[in-house]
Nanobody, 121 residues
Framework: QVQLVESGGGLVQAGGSLRLSCAAS????????MGWFRQAPGKEREFVAA????????YYADSVKGRFTISRDNAKKTVLLQMNSLKPEDTAVYYC??????????????WGQGTQVTVSS
């Protein structure tokens, strides 16, 4: 009942910033925790950030803590990932997901198609 579409990816130089957006459709958006994951070629999909249903609690991978910020607007059915101080190792396809708050992909029920983020040195 929830469809997710990511946008905002692109090419940026190291030290720069990008803001990823996840637009949701469906009436049950506010019932779900939301997460961002990323996957580089040849690597497992890894946790980036999560936010609970109300937005009161957020969680971050150690690799992005202090640089990335996740937020949500339930009225607009939108989740954002603000990415600052980007590093080449942040290069990956970024996925938005809806489900139960957690740090593994199995905690999430719905997934977007992903958006490419490339950080050049």
């Amino acid at each position: 009942q929830v469809q997710l579409v990511e946008s905002g990816g692109g090419l940026v130089q190291a030290g720069g910033s990008l803001r990823l957006s996840c637009a949701a459709s469906g009436r049950t958006f506010s019932m779900y925790a939301m997460g961002w994951f990323r996957q580089a070629p040849g690597k497992e999909r890894e946790f980036v950030a999560a936010i609970n249903w109300s937005g009161a609690s957020t969680y971050y991978a150690d690799s992005v803590k202090g640089r990335f910020t996740i937020s949500r607007d339930n009225a607009k059915k939108t989740v954002l990932l603000q990415m600052n101080s980007l590093k080449p190792e942040d290069t990956a396809v970024y996925y938005c997901a809806a489900g139960s708050v957690g740090v593994t992909p199995t905690s999430y029920y719905y997934w977007g198609q992903g958006t490419q983020v490339t950080v050049s040195s």
